[in-house]
């Protein structure tokens, strides 16, 4: 990409090179520098599509615009851009301001992540057509936007870094509370947000906003493995066995988060990380001390107009100071047309009920909220919750 500048024709030609390499390596053995040779046989390849096209007359205008180098080959191996940063400027590139939210989440899967379209596909549950012609519709996009391969600077610069971290956090939360189909997560798209998030923060390392974001990451995936029972189902996490969550993660997190605070501006990345620390350095949940997580959110607010930060003060509210002081918050929330109809809503309140002792209104709000999400663990949760109420009546 850096040499070529087009998604396309680099990408169809790095897997000719990995074939080859697959083809070749068993019987001849490993090269000795195997990026170098990668790169070598695939910038061959590509200067041979090149030239086929410049003799069958095809794209002559995009040819001449790939006006042919001298050195189409490989540079020496020292004298590379490191993987990191020419892979953070490719992510910086998927994150074109002139792509949409979705085509950016898809084309930095598929172009920086390594996963296949039917892969992404699969994570968005739609067809592998639809996010076919995402992907090509994003690189079409990026080509004709005509900026080249390089780290953007300045005003510009903070604004990709913006959307580059929001892309981030969406995948994270794609795959750590997958929004439809059989399974509560994804692990691939998890790993893949935190290995990225890790790459920024190696090459950004004194951004608060950065360090915030894989903070967040790691101290919320430490609960992963407590998150589901043997049959995959929700496990509240009230209810989980805080001796599986990950020590090593919370650790790391706490410390990146506890780095990053007093230095500058206080982000969203950065106080939802603070929330996150205090409810893993809880023993149990009994101690989780819910007047500072109260207070962290009050802060949140301060900067973030986003109903699912109100969502979650309400119940951080209701844990500290009763269940009608959050359900007087959550209230106020049934007005947000960005919330109203979301299952989340829905099945906060019904918890807050059930807390209130309003036991049959709060069934009806769990199997409302069972009717609104798509998530099938989410779904038998809910239901099992309505249907406890039942059974104790």
Same mark, same amino acid.
């Given at each position: 990409?850096?040499?070529?500048?087009?998604?396309?024709?680099?990408?169809?030609?790095t897997?000719?090179?990995?074939?080859?390499?697959?083809?070749?390596?068993?019987?001849?053995?490993?090269?000795?520098?195997?990026?170098?040779?990668?790169?070598?046989?695939a910038?061959?390849?590509?200067t041979?599509?090149?030239?086929?096209?410049?003799?069958?007359?095809?794209?002559?205008?995009?040819?001449?615009?790939?006006?042919?180098?001298?050195?189409?080959?490989?540079?020496?191996?020292?004298?590379?851009?490191?993987?990191?940063?020419?892979?953070?400027?490719?992510?910086? %590139?998927?994150?074109?301001?002139?792509?949409? @939210?979705?085509?950016?989440?898809?084309?930095?899967?598929?172009?920086?992540?390594?996963?296949?379209? @039917?892969?992404?596909a699969?994570?968005? %549950?739609v067809?592998?057509?639809?996010?076919t012609?995402?992907?090509?519709?994003?690189?079409?996009?990026?080509?004709?936007?005509?900026?080249?391969?390089?780290m953007?600077?300045?005003?510009e610069?903070?604004?990709?870094?913006?959307?580059?971290?929001?892309?981030?956090?969406?995948?994270?939360?794609?795959?750590?509370?997958?929004?439809?189909?059989?399974?509560?997560?994804?692990?691939?798209?998890?790993?893949?947000?935190?290995?990225?998030?890790?790459?920024?923060?190696?090459?950004?390392?004194?951004?608060?906003?950065?360090?915030g974001?894989?903070?967040?990451?790691?101290?919320?995936?430490?609960?992963?493995?407590?998150?589901t029972?043997?049959?995959?189902?929700?496990?509240?996490?009230?209810?989980?066995?805080?001796?599986?969550?990950?020590?090593?993660?919370?650790?790391?997190?706490?410390?990146?988060?506890?780095?990053?605070l007093?230095?500058?501006?206080?982000?969203?990345?950065?106080?939802?990380?603070?929330?996150?620390?205090?409810?893993?350095?809880?023993?149990?949940a009994?101690?989780?001390?819910?007047?500072?997580?109260?207070?962290?959110?009050?802060?949140?607010?301060?900067?973030?107009?986003?109903?699912?930060?109100?969502?979650?003060?309400?119940?951080?509210?209701?844990?500290?100071s009763?269940?009608?002081?959050?359900?007087?918050?959550?209230?106020?929330?049934?007005?947000?047309?960005?919330?109203?109809?979301?299952?989340?809503?829905?099945?906060?309140?019904a918890?807050?009920l059930?807390?209130?002792?309003?036991?049959?209104?709060?069934?009806?709000?769990?199997?409302?909220?069972?009717?609104?999400?798509?998530?099938?663990?989410?779904?038998?949760?809910?239901?099992?919750?309505?249907?406890r109420?039942?059974?104790?009546?």
């Amino acid at each position: 990409m850096r040499r070529f500048g087009h998604f396309d024709a680099a990408e169809d030609a790095t897997q000719e090179a990995l074939l080859a390499a697959a083809q070749q390596w068993p019987g001849e053995g490993r090269p000795e520098n195997p990026r170098a040779w990668l790169i070598t046989v695939a910038s061959r390849r590509l200067t041979d599509l090149l030239r086929s096209e410049q003799a069958r007359r095809r794209r002559e205008d995009t040819v001449a615009q790939w006006t042919l180098p001298s050195d189409l080959l490989a540079p020496a191996p020292e004298r590379s851009p490191s993987d990191s940063d020419d892979t953070l400027i490719l992510l910086f %590139l998927c994150c074109h301001p002139a792509l949409s @939210p979705a085509s950016q989440i898809a084309l930095t899967l598929r172009a920086v992540g390594g996963l296949t379209t @039917p892969e992404i596909a699969r994570a968005f %549950l739609v067809p592998e057509a639809t996010m076919t012609r995402r992907i090509s519709r994003a690189k079409q996009t990026v080509k004709e936007s005509g900026v080249p391969f390089g780290m953007p600077g300045g005003a510009e610069r903070a604004a990709r870094l913006d959307a580059v971290l929001h892309v981030l956090y969406l995948i994270f939360n794609e795959g750590y509370a997958t929004t439809s189909g059989p399974n509560l997560q994804r692990t691939e798209l998890t790993a893949e947000a935190i290995r990225l998030a890790r790459m920024v923060h190696r090459l950004l390392p004194d951004d608060g906003e950065v360090t915030g974001l894989l903070a967040l990451m790691l101290l919320t995936d430490a609960r992963r493995p407590a998150r589901t029972g043997p049959a995959g189902e929700l496990v509240p996490m009230a209810e989980q066995d805080r001796s599986l969550w990950d020590a090593g993660s919370i650790a790391e997190g706490v410390a990146l988060v506890t780095a990053a605070l007093p230095r500058g501006d206080t982000g969203s990345y950065q106080l939802q990380a603070a929330i996150a620390a205090v409810h893993d350095e809880a023993p149990s949940a009994d101690e989780t001390d819910w007047p500072q997580i109260t207070a962290l959110y009050e802060v949140l607010l301060q900067i973030s107009d986003n109903p699912v930060v109100s969502l979650n003060h309400a119940v951080a509210v209701a844990m500290s100071s009763g269940p009608q002081a959050g359900l007087e918050r959550l209230a106020q929330l049934t007005a947000d047309g960005r919330i109203a109809e979301d299952h989340r809503l829905h099945a906060v309140r019904a918890h807050l009920l059930e807390m209130a002792g309003e036991r049959d209104t709060a069934r009806e709000c769990y199997e409302a909220a069972a009717r609104r999400t798509t998530s099938l663990p989410q779904q038998r949760y809910l239901h099992a919750r309505a249907a406890r109420l039942v059974e104790d009546a």
